[in-house]
């Protein structure tokens, strides 16, 4: 069993910075693949970014890459996405999700097993 729960979401208004955190508990291990994933009303829920908790290994939609940065705290059990030069298209609920097996597709929704909560961020304009 695994707990996500993020946070540092908000109001922030276009151009400005934020930093999502990610608190995970229970069984951690180093073949889990974290990925960040946002949904806008309306909009199917889209790929952000992944990591895994040991290694090199970062993975980044096409369109957030350059923009939005996936970190971690190992000692902290805490992912991190930063996110830079915010537009109005970036308002989403964004969730943190955890892949026990890391075998599928990680730009996939499906390949995922444990969800947070989500939390909201929107930019003004």
């Known amino acids: 069993q695994v707990q996500l729960v993020e946070s540092g979401g908000g109001l922030v208004q276009a151009g400005g910075s934020l930093r999502l955190s990610c608190a995970a508990s229970g069984r951690t291990f180093s073949s889990y693949l974290m990925g960040w994933f946002r949904q806008a009303p309306g909009k199917e829920r889209e790929f952000v970014a992944a990591?895994?908790?040991?290694?090199?290994?970062?993975h980044y939609a096409d369109s957030m890459k350059g923009r939005f940065t996936i970190s971690r705290d190992n000692a902290k059990n805490t992912v991190y996405l930063q996110m830079n030069s915010l537009k109005a298209e970036d308002t989403a609920v964004y969730y943190c999700?955890?892949?026990?097996?890391?075998?599928?597709?990680?730009?996939?929704?499906?390949?995922?097993?444990?969800w947070g909560q989500g939390t909201q961020v929107t930019v003004s304009s």
């Open positions: 990591i895994r908790w040991s290694g090199p290994y970062t």
């Open positions: 999700a955890a892949d026990v097996d890391s075998s599928r597709l990680p730009s996939s929704p499906l390949s995922y097993d444990y």
